[in-house]
T-cell receptor
Framework: GAVVSQHPSWVICKSGTSVKIECRSL??????MFWYRQFPKQSLMLMAT?????????EQGVEKDKFLINHASLTLSTLTVTSAHPEDSSFYIC????????????FGQGTRLTVV | QKEVEQNSGPLSVPEGAIASLNCTYS??????FFWYRQYSGKSPELIMF????GDKEDGRFTAQLNKASQYVSLLIRDSQPSDSATYLC??????????FGAGTILRVKS
């Protein structure tokens, strides 16, 4: 149990375009989802926390208009990187938690975004 | 002060030895603590979680929590080369945010 599927696993896009990353909980209800970004040899940096049906709470320094997060259902959250630039190239990872079952969070496989 | 702090390492131990990883956190109200393992280029996988003061054992892994001192540790007994990875400490901060430390690189030498 506790499987989180993230798609795509990698994507290359042109500068100025937008990219959508999906995160699905396959066998549990994700009442809370976290989105992280990880640069090479660095730790996971929390970008935002979203609860199903509510607006995401963004961390300081993360542009909410650039990183659009939608958590419209208990099994799906999406992160859209708008007007991507090379400095947005990173490893993006989602994590999901069922608050009714505990506080453990489970991770998707991650998406490696390269903006050229 | 960072919310979750770890020594970046690398921590090198011989095969069969005990590896000890430490983590401190800033939010005294934190209630949930997690250890994840991350291999290069992969996403983290949950190893253990602990909520109460004291020790929690699961196979070769033991998590230790001391809320008064605001630290949590992970012991890996009989370390194997396959345990070589980055170990991430994560804490539920301010009730809902799951925040990670920078991670400790562990190298187990055969």
């Amino acid at each position: 149990g506790a499987v989180v599927s993230q798609h795509p696993s990698w994507v290359i896009c042109k500068s100025g375009t937008s990219v959508k990353i999906e995160c699905r909980s396959l066998d549990f209800q994700a009442t809370t989802m976290f989105w992280y970004r990880q640069f090479p040899k660095q730790s996971l940096m929390l970008m935002a926390t979203s609860n199903e049906g509510s607006k995401a709470t963004y961390e300081q320094g993360v542009e909410k208009d650039k990183f659009l997060i939608n958590h419209a259902s208990l099994t799906l959250s999406t992160l859209t990187v708008t007007s991507a630039h090379p400095e947005d190239s990173s490893f993006y990872i989602c994590s999901a938690r069922d608050n009714n079952r505990g506080t453990e969070a489970f991770f998707g496989q991650g998406t490696r975004l390269t903006v050229v | 002060q960072k919310e979750v702090e770890q020594n970046s390492g690398p921590l090198s131990v011989p095969e069969g030895a005990i590896a000890s990883l430490n983590c401190t956190y800033s939010d005294r109200g934190s209630q949930s603590f997690f250890w994840y393992r991350q291999y290069s280029g992969k996403s983290p996988e949950l190893i253990m979680f602990i909520y109460s003061n004291g020790d929690k054992e699961d196979g070769r892994f033991t998590a230790q929590l001391n809320k008064a001192s605001q630290y949590v540790s992970l012991l890996i007994r009989d370390s194997q080369p396959s345990d070589s990875a980055t170990y991430l400490c994560a804490v539920n901060i301010y009730g809902n945010k799951l925040v990670f430390g920078a991670g400790t690189i562990l190298r187990v030498k055969s």
